[in-house]
């Protein structure tokens, strides 16, 4: 990555998951959302991932960045319809897709954390697809 820090698997699957909470969406569209980008990190602190506001803000620029690419390759003609491994998250709230997300509450942090464990019953399959338990959030 540019900015020097690798995000694992889990730090991302925790990330967007916290992100896709319908709460959170209604949060970030007020331009006074840096509370939230602090909340990402105690959240994603709690779980034992290490990372500042700033960090969050730019993973998830990128994640949104190379969704769109990925969105505007597929449109194309001629496009074999890639994806990659978020799209399925990506585009259930940048297209307002409820099928993907339900709303819910996590009711601990344990949970949130087990939701991002290899092998987990709760993994991300297929092409970032999440299972009900990961698309729930504590926000």
């Keep these: 990555e540019e ?3 690798h995000w694992s698997p889990k730090e991302i699957q925790a990330l967007l998951t916290l992100w896709a909470d319908g709460s959170v969406q209604k949060q970030l569209l007020s331009y006074k959302n840096k509370h939230v980008y ?3 990190c105690s959240e994603l602190t709690a779980l034992g991932f290490n990372r500042t506001s700033k960090q969050c803000r730019d993973k998830l620029k990128k994640l949104k960045q190379e969704y769109r690419r990925v969105k505007d390759d597929n449109n194309k003609s001629g496009s074999n319809h890639r994806g990659e491994r978020w799209f399925a998250i990506i585009d259930s709230v940048l297209c307002h897709q409820p099928s993907t997300l339900e709303s819910g509450v996590i009711h601990s ?3 949130l954390l087990e939701l991002t464990q290899p092998n987990s ?3 991300v399959e297929d092409s970032g697809r999440l299972s009900r338990a990961a698309s ?3 926000f």
């Design 3 to 5: 900015s020097g820090y």
């Design 109 to 111: 942090d344990a949970k």
């Design 38 to 40: 602090a909340k990402f």
């Design 136 to 138: 729930q959030s504590h």
């Design 121 to 123: 019953p709760q993994e």
